[in-house]
């Protein structure tokens, strides 16, 4: 079999055919076909639309390999004779273009890659290979989906993770990092309350558009005034919206906060000073009631076990060559990936306390 050409065909398909968040049926429907002719028992329907394979070798230790599933809500302009014209409706309803833009179509090709290669070579390793494809990663929540769906007591517990993302790296580069590599992700709702009123007579309203501009003006200074120089943060607000029209003024405005960091002080320290400044605003404007201030998803920070990361370093420095692997720092993007070996530290601590 031409693995690569074969490889490629599932890639161009996977990427002209995006599903968001939840919605990966189509996806897990090629997953499972593919694992099922490389001759792996498959389980679907894991956590929502999640696809385990659990083929055993031998004696020897579990190790999970993970690739999620899901695209964005992001209109695709690149033109390729592949790219995406796909639509569909967004948890809100609305109509929206959905495209691979993180990659993860890359993710389902490699781990399909991979499950081949091993599937092939069956005399070259031994133990238990724990496939998992995740639905949802980009709401945060697939791979806890799968984890309260028992994916650790239907399966066994793996020794080890192993995720992996595409990167704006040059070609044929692989990063790799010990510690803290992905920031931890806080999404944040902000409703703020104001009083409408006719446009031609604000003295008679309470405005929140100027509620919610000088709260975003005030939010700037969080990273900036409050965090330390050393530490990493980023707040973004990435969505203001108020009112319908121009000469009315409306009675709320919602704001929405994207926060990056990889400390858990440095995240208690923006957190605490988000909540300050938006009750502020709103207290200083004299709004009729405090704003609402809704935690909508949580990714925690990847921090990779040091000792996984020598052991792989030193296998990628034999199959690539040592100059093709790099430490890119650590990253402010986010992965829900941690959540799965959180998982299994959990359970490890769990046990140990019944193990005495
Ligand atoms: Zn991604």
């Keep these: 079999m031409n693995q690569s050409v074969d490889l490629g065909e599932i890639y161009r398909d996977l990427h002209a055919h995006p599903e968001l968040s939840l919605h990966e049926v189509r996806t897990a429907g090629i997953v499972a076909a593919r694992l099922e002719s490389f001759g792996y ?49 967004d948890p809100d309803g609305n109509d929206v273009p959905v495209m691979h833009a993180c990659g993860h179509d890359v993710h389902v090709t490699c781990l399909l890659g991979a499950a081949q290669a091993l599937a092939a070579d069956r005399t070259g390793w031994r133990g238990t290979l724990f496939l998992v494809f995740q639905p949802a990663e980009e709401l945060g929540r697939g791979a806890q989906d799968m984890i309260d769906d028992g994916l650790y007591a239907r399966f066994g517990t793996p020794s080890v993770v192993l995720g992996q993302h595409v990167a704006p790296l040059p070609a044929g580069i692989i990063g790799l990092r010990a510690g803290p590599s992905f920031a931890g992700a806080d999404t944040l709702h902000v409703t703020m309350y104001g009083r409408g009123a006719h446009g031609s007579r604000p003295e008679a309203s309470i405005d929140p558009v100027v509620m919610a501009a ?44 994207s926060i990056r960091s990889f400390e858990p002080r440095v995240r208690e320290t923006v957190m605490a000073a988000v909540e300050r400044i938006v009750n502020g605003e709103a207290a200083t404007a004299g709004a009729p009631k405090p704003p609402e201030i809704r935690h909508v998803t949580t990714f925690p920070a990847v921090v990779n076990d040091t000792e996984g990361v020598a052991r792989t370093q030193e296998a990628f420095e034999q199959e690539f060559g040592a100059g093709r692997i790099v430490d890119p720092g650590p990253v402010t993007g986010s992965e829900d990936v941690g959540i799965l070996a959180v998982g299994v530290q959990a359970l490890v601590r769990a046990a140990r306390t019944w193990l005495r």
């Design 41 to 89: 028992d498959v389980t679907t329907g894991v956590g929502g639309t999640g696809v385990v394979g659990v083929p055993r070798n031998g004696d020897g230790p579990i190790v999970l390999l993970r690739a999620d599933m899901d695209a964005l809500p992001v209109e695709e302009k690149t033109g390729l004779p592949y790219a995406s014209r796909v639509r569909a409706n």
């Design 214 to 257: 000088a709260t975003v003006m005030r939010l700037q200074t969080v990273v900036s005034r409050e965090v330390p120089a050393a530490d990493t943060a980023v707040l973004t607000i990435g969505s203001l919206r108020a009112g319908t029209k121009d000469n009315i003024i409306p009675d709320d405005a919602e704001l929405q906060l």
